[in-house]
């Protein structure tokens, strides 16, 4: 411990490291809190006595060199401890008591030793009065004018002061005063020693008759005094503290030597110290074990309808039932050894019969010779309303949890849904295209027709069936304006501590707030998805760092196009959000796939999921938002997530759901698309097959292809001359959209069809390089006239279903 641990404890500007340094008198302190700790001392505990403070180590290491003789050592331990208790118990002051110590040189030293409690401090006070015990005889330096001159200022520490009091008196007379004692008084020398009340001159008039009381007391009864008086002198008010010890003589006079010290800092630092409990709302209270009392100070005692002192069973009747076998666990372990302190939190009754929350901060105060807990102290607060925005902010989180996590069931089922719909319709379609086949070839077969009449309406059912269920479990559509931060902010709480210290998570936010339209909770679920994701990116010897910052409003979007979600629409404004790891980064086959809601990896930046990110990519195309990754293997991943600010959401239920003309005959012309070279893309090779074969029924030239990497590399050809490419939307490593984006790139440029099941993954109003787009399954006729209009029409991307 050190000086300036007792300044950190009452406060930096209260100076009390100052005030104990500048002490006139050799002092000490020890922390009470931790017995074995270092002893710090002032520079006149070394003048006096030559040891520095490290050389002592703690109190025992003092006691071991003052008193050599270890039954001395014990009995002198025993009562300086209990003198700082006494006060801590009382508030009052116990009066110095003598010992006989030794010095570093190994000399015998007389000293009146002080001890009281300050906070969780005891303050120890040493005064040499080795050489007025050695004078030859008390009697002569009261009658000896020469005897006082030789007790001179300079060589006298602080206001000291000498008494004599006759036998069988009650009274004592001033036989020597130093110039400290005068200046400190403010009195004059002559008038002291004519006059012994004159000392008290300048003491307010009501401490006049208690002062007196208690020296008169004092010289009575021959026992040390110690008392402090606030002076009422002109200039700066301050405050004195007065000690004696009476000394017998063999003559039956009794010498009385003492010393006056200024206490003014501390006791500004005391009155500071009551300012700062009271301005908290701070209760102070000691707790005496072997005596089962507990004592409250005045305000703990008037709020709580407490009694100042109460026994501990009574304490125990307010407490609430529920709290009571946690607080007597922990004070069993406290007056067990096992705690040397804690924090608690319980309710209990106050004075006007209502349950608080009080936070106590409880630690032990003393100790008996063999360490166990003699004393506890506390300082408790009232924290009825942060418990209760405690308590409310826990049910808000809870509803967030479970609000998101029925969002999420709600995705997941939508992913498996669409998933099981590509599928579905994929098959319908080979089915519906043998059905376009048989019809006609048996004609006469009136069976057959029959049930090929049957086969196509289970068909047309089929597909209507999957198309009203599609988005069935789609989210709620709040398009209220949401503060971004503020959702940033509940993510990490719902993140929680624990991953929020080992990931060293930390949010930064710009000057003013963000804002966005969108649903609260799916702006929530792609945040926290994305920074779970983020936490994942390192490896156990080297946990990723993660970091969520808003960027403030007119920051620009990266200059490519989104990973994720959406195309960003010229003229939309866009919030951004980004997150970041310190991770081993994103291997090129992982982000080529992660979205997929079919992939799955191992090890770190697997970024096995589940539905996770799927879902992700689903929640930013249906708000039109969008999604950037920057990585790097080995030096972490930054996603930087678009957020429109305000843009309507396109509807689930219709967004790229234009139906088929079903006034249009299922009839395909032979010739309709004679000398046309098509390329055909699907990842399924009977539906690929199938499609082509829809093509070659109206005289197409069709090729097939399930590998989207070696389409692209068959339509880079020129030679090839292809007049269409038709391809599926959903296909491993290369999708339909990035093969539509490439073929945009080429001179001459094909037009591209798009067949898909799961139109739903485009964006209604959104520019697109599709000619045309159907939805699976699809019959011939339908796909023959989109590749014919699609030829014809002239070249700018659409929109628009068949």
Known sequence: MTAETLDTQHGRESGVADLFQDLPVAAALHDLRDPAGALEVNARFTATFGYRASELGNLTGWAKTAYPDEAERKGALDRILASVEAHRRTGRVPPPSEHRVTDKWGRSRTILLGAAAHGPFALFTFQDITEPRRAAEARKIAESSAGHATLTDTTMLGGAFAMLQAPGQDIARFTYVNGSFLDLLGVARKGVLAEPLSAMANFPAEDHAR?????????RRKTPFAMETRLVAPGAPRWVRAEAVPRDLPDGWVIWEGVVVDVTRLKTTEQWLERVLDVTGAYVWSYDIPAGLAVFNERWAREMGLEPVQRSDQWWQATHPEDRPMLQDVLGRLVAGDLASCTVTYRRLNAQGDWVWIKIFVGVSARDAGGKPRSLAGVSFDVTEEQERWLTTQD????????????????????????????????LGLVTWNIERLTGMDAADGAVADGLVQLRRAVDMTRDLIEAHRDMPRPDTSDEEQDLGALVAKAVALIGKRRTKCHDLR???????VKVRGNPTQILQVVMQLALNARDAGVPERPAKVEISVLAAGTPLPARHPDAGALVRPGVEMALLQISDTGVGISQDVRARMFQNTFAADGARGLSMGMGLPIVARILRFNRASLWIDTEEGAGTTMTVAWPVNAPKADPATANRPQADAAQEDVIEPNLLAGVRALVVDDMPDVAMALAAMLETAGAEAYCETDAVLAQEALSEREAGWSVLVTDLQMPGVDGLTLARHVADLDP??????????????????????????????????????????????KQPALSEE
């Open 211 to 219: 002062w007196m009381a208690r020296i008169r007391d004092a010289l």
């Open 396 to 427: 808000t989180l809870t509803e967030l949890r479970e609000s998101l996590a029925r969002e999420h069931q709600r995705a997941a089922v939508a992913e498996v849904t669409g998933g099981l719909a590509h599928e579905i319709n994929n098959l």
């Open 507 to 513: 949010i930064k936010m710009p000057d003013n707030p």
């Open 749 to 794: 440029a094909p037009p591209v069809v798009l067949v898909s099941a799961r139109t739903d993954r485009l964006v209604a109003g959104e520019d697109m390089p599709f000619a045309r787009v159907l939805s699976k399954p699809v019959s011939g006729s339908q796909l023959v006239r989109a590749v014919r209009q699609a030829i014809d029409a002239p």
